[in-house]
């Protein structure tokens, strides 16, 4: 079974820039489709960014294209995500997960908290 621990949420001021890291703790990680969910306490989950197996197709919500980048390093088993110009809507739970499409994913992390205050 693919477990996937997050890293990397904190607290930062609004225009500020956070990377939240994600290590899976399988070699499979290299032949998953891998995203960023986030979910704000009683709100519906969102997803926020996808990356292909390879690496060579990316997905992104609208509320992020632009700011974030989801990147992977397979030999690490472990996906990225940079977040910039973050503003006050981007606080929420952070999710990693591992999937075999961008709409299917089965695995997740267990979440990390970012909050953007000034």
């Known amino acids: 079974q693919v477990q996937l621990v997050e890293s990397g949420g904190g607290l930062v001021q609004p225009g500020g820039s956070l990377r939240l890291s994600c290590v899976a703790s399988?070699?499979?990680?290299?032949?998953?489709?891998m995203g960023w969910f986030r979910q704000a306490p009683g709100k519906e989950g969102e997803f926020v960014a996808g990356?292909?197996?390879?690496?060579?197709?990316?997905h992104y919500a609208d509320s992020v294209k632009g700011r974030f980048i989801i990147s992977k390093d397979n030999a690490k088993n472990t996906v990225y995500l940079q977040m910039n110009s973050l503003k006050l809507e981007d606080t929420n739970v952070y999710y990693c997960?591992?999937?075999?499409?961008?709409?299917?994913?089965?695995?997740w992390g267990q979440g990390t908290q970012v909050t953007v205050s000034s």
């Open positions: 399988e070699r499979t990680f290299g032949n998953a489709v």
């Open positions: 997960a591992a999937g075999t499409s961008f709409s299917t994913f089965g695995y």
């Open positions: 990356i292909s197996r390879i690496g060579g197709t990316t």
